[in-house]
C-alpha cells in the first residue's frame, strides 16, 4: 500500500462528487487533506464532520478560486498553517450552458474564470511551494469536450481545453525540480449532473460510451490517485482519458 502519511493534498471542490471522491482515496492513503469549496457550507460541514469522526486529518477552507486576491490569502494561511503542499487537486469547475448565438457574456466569464481561471490561480499559488522542496504533483480535473466539443458548451469546451494548454506549458517550466503536472479527463461519470437529467437523455449520453456505462467518482480518484503516486514519476504533460473509450 501506498502511504501518503506527512503528504498535504490540496483538492478543489472537495466537498461533493468527484473532488469527494479524490479526497476518500488519499484519506483512504493517510495523506492530509486540505479541502477547497466555495459556497456550500453545509456540504463541508457534512464531510468535516464525516471523516473527522473516523480520525482522517481533514481540513476545509473557503475560498472563491476564480479570485486571484482569494487564492493569495488562502496560500498564506495554508503556508502559515502546513508550511507546504505535496499533491494539487485542480477540480474545481462549473457547467453554465447556452448554444453560442445566445450565449451572455457572464455565461461566458463565469466558466472560463472558474474552471481556467481558477485552475491557473490555485498552480500559480501551489508552486513557490512546491519548488522550494523541488517537489510537487499538479492535477488538473479536465474533459473530453476540450476536444470532441459539445454543442452548447463552447464556454465549458474552451475552458477545458485551456486547461491542457496551461498544463502542458507548465508541465515543461517546472520539470526539472520534479514536479509533474497531468490532466485527468473524465467522460460521462455518475454525478449529481447526471442523476439530475431525464431518463431518455441518460440513455442518449450511455449508449455513446463504448463500455456501454457511466464512470463512477471512485474511477476518477483512482486515475488522479495513480498520478500523484510514485508509480507516475516520469510521467507529466499527459491527459489520461478516463471516458469509456469516447
Known sequence: MIDFSHKKVVITGATRGIGKAIAEKFIAHNATI?????ANYEAAARMSEQYQAKGADLTLYQCDVADPD??????KELEETHGTIDVLVNN???????????MSSDQWR?????????????????????LKQKYGRII???????????AGQTNYGAAKAGQIGLMRS?????????????????????????DSIDEKLRESYRKMV?????????????????????????????????????
Open 34 to 38: 486540505i479541502g477547497i469549496y466555495h
Open 70 to 75: 482569494a487564492v493569495s490569502k488562502l496560500y
Open 92 to 102: 474545481a469547475g462549473i457547467r453554465n450552458d447556452a448554444i453560442a448565438a445566445l
Open 110 to 130: 463565469s466558466v472560463i474564470d472558474i474552471n481556467l481561471g481558477g485552475s491557473f490561480y490555485m498552480a500559480k499559488g501551489a508552486i513557490p511551494l512546491m
Open 140 to 150: 488538473m480535473i479536465t474533459s473530453p469536450v476540450a476536444w470532441l466539443g459539445i
Open 170 to 194: 507548465l508541465a515543461k517550466e517546472v520539470a526539472r525540480k520534479k514536479i509533474t503536472v497531468n490532466c485527468v479527463a473524465p467522460g460521462f461519470i455518475e454525478t449529481e449532473l447526471i
Open 210 to 246: 463504448p463500455m456501454n456505462r457511466f464512470g463512477t467518482p471512485a474511477e476518477v480518484a483512482e486515475a488522479a490517485f495513480f498520478l500523484a503516486s510514485p508509480y507516475a514519476s516520469y510521467i507529466t504533460g499527459a491527459v489520461l482519458d478516463i471516458t469509456g473509450g469516447l
